[in-house]
């Protein structure tokens, strides 16, 4: 037989053979089925598998997912742990969970138990998993290429302990974090040396510590999120190139409390965010390179702190409204462009109408740098004597920031 007739005669029988089905079976749980518990059956899955849990309450031990497969809940199927131990555990890649109830994993002092755990995976997925009573929701360790989406993860409040975090990032790449809802944890979002991640329309409230924080964090992206009433609020540490545009940071208040804190962070942008009503709306200690541009700061205690030691950063076009101070430093040698800011304490004026102001602003107020050496002078803040030392200030400034100054403040409110 000649070669072409061997490989026409295989075409006809291959096309005879029927295709194998990739997709894999669907096994289902419930409370009267074959199938009655969760664990069971993904112990019998194949790769590839699609496990459906019906509605119900499941009391389960530990789960071990090694092999690819989706585990999906139809009508909020509850799971409860009945082991002092992590729920769910994944150590294979391409897993999907969704639409699943977690609930009641128990606390540890000497080990970090979570609802779900992710391990040494890629392509994972959490979706819409409403979890409760976990001292951690999700944890990923050493994955990439996951999504977590349109999560509710609530802890047992600031009573608890231990209190863990809510979603735990640690030496994770290319993950996608979005709206998800995160509430009473000790921090809302953690991510510990985490690279090239998108974190969007996340809202996380009444954390103990912080709404979100990250550190050894490079090339994040941060949008649409809200971060509100948390305890510290939001702290980014030891990170670069960092872009964080169009978040809410509100109403963060106490002592120690600041919308965001950014320490030793360089190469960075802040655009279009909004701080309202935090002691601090935003505090730079270390900051490099950082641009600072149409962001909004309406009734915090301090908009701005910018420690003394920050270079090259620069403020533009911000709106600063109703804060007790503007702009404070604790030197005055304070080093930032400072540049095309509505302030709504200038009374300056535009004589050739280009919409900036002919008349330099200087946001710093000398009761600020006072304020910065004896806290306790905040006492005496709606006094005259305050008032008296603002007008001495501007009629003659010989201590607040020479280089802190607005040469071209606006005239209106930019859109």
Not at 19 to 29: F, H, M, N, P, S
Request: charged share 25%.
């Amino acid at each position: 037989m000649s070669r072409r007739l061997v490989i026409a005669a295989t075409a006809v029988l291959a096309s005879l053979v029927p295709a194998c089905d990739a997709a894999g079976e669907t096994l289902t749980v419930s409370p009267r089925g074959r199938l009655r518990s969760l664990a069971e059956a993904v112990r019998v899955a194949a790769p590839g598998d699609r496990i459906v849990v019906t509605a119900g309450t499941y009391r389960e031990p530990p789960i071990l997912v090694d092999r690819p497969m989706t585990i999906e809940g139809e009508g909020r199927p509850r799971i409860e742990a009945t082991a002092p131990a992590t729920l769910i555990r994944v150590t294979a890649d391409d897993v999907t969970l969704r639409g699943l109830v977690l609930a009641d994993v128990p606390a540890s002092h000497v080990e970090d138990r979570a609802a779900v755990r992710f391990e040494h995976v890629r392509r994972c997925v959490a979706d819409r998993l409403e979890i409760s009573r976990a001292p951690f929701g999700l944890y990923l360790s050493e994955s990439s290429e996951c999504r977590l989406t349109g999560n509710v993860v609530h802890g047992a409040g600031a009573g608890a302990r231990p209190l863990g975090n809510a979603i735990h990032l640690w030496s994770t790449t290319h993950t996608t974090v979005t709206d998800n809802v995160v509430t009473d944890h000790r921090d809302g979002l953690y991510f510990e040396f985490v690279q090239d991640t998108t974190i969007a329309r996340n809202t996380s409230t009444r954390n103990a510590r912080y709404g979100l924080h990250f550190m050894f964090s490079h090339r994040c992206v941060y949008t649409d999120n809200t971060f509100r009433r948390n305890g510290a609020g939001v702290a980014v540490m030891y990170t670069r190139e960092v872009t964080m545009t169009r978040n809410v940071f509100d109403d963060n208040r106490g002592p120690s409390a600041y919308g965001l804190l950014l320490k030793d962070i360089s190469d960075s942008r802040l655009e279009a965010n909004h701080f309202g009503d935090n002691t601090v709306g935003l505090l730079i200690e270390g900051g490099g390179r950082l641009a600072v541009v149409a962001n909004r700061f309406t009734g915090n205690g301090w908009a701005v702190k910018l420690m003394a030691n920050s270079s090259d950063d620069r403020l533009e076009g911000n709106v600063f409204e109703r804060n007790a101070f503007d702009l404070a430093t604790n030197s005055r040698s304070t080093a930032a462009t400072v540049t095309g800011n509505w302030w709504d304490r200038y009374r300056g004026y535009d004589l050739d109408r280009d919409g900036r102001g002919d008349v330099p602003f200087r946001p710093v107020r000398l009761f600020s740098l006072i304020v910065a050496s004896h806290p306790p002078a905040i006492i005496v803040m709606r006094s005259a004597f305050v008032d008296l030392l603002d007008a001495a200030e501007r009629a003659l400034p010989v201590l607040t920031p020479e280089t802190l100054v607005d040469v071209r403040p606006l005239m209106g409110v930019p859109r």
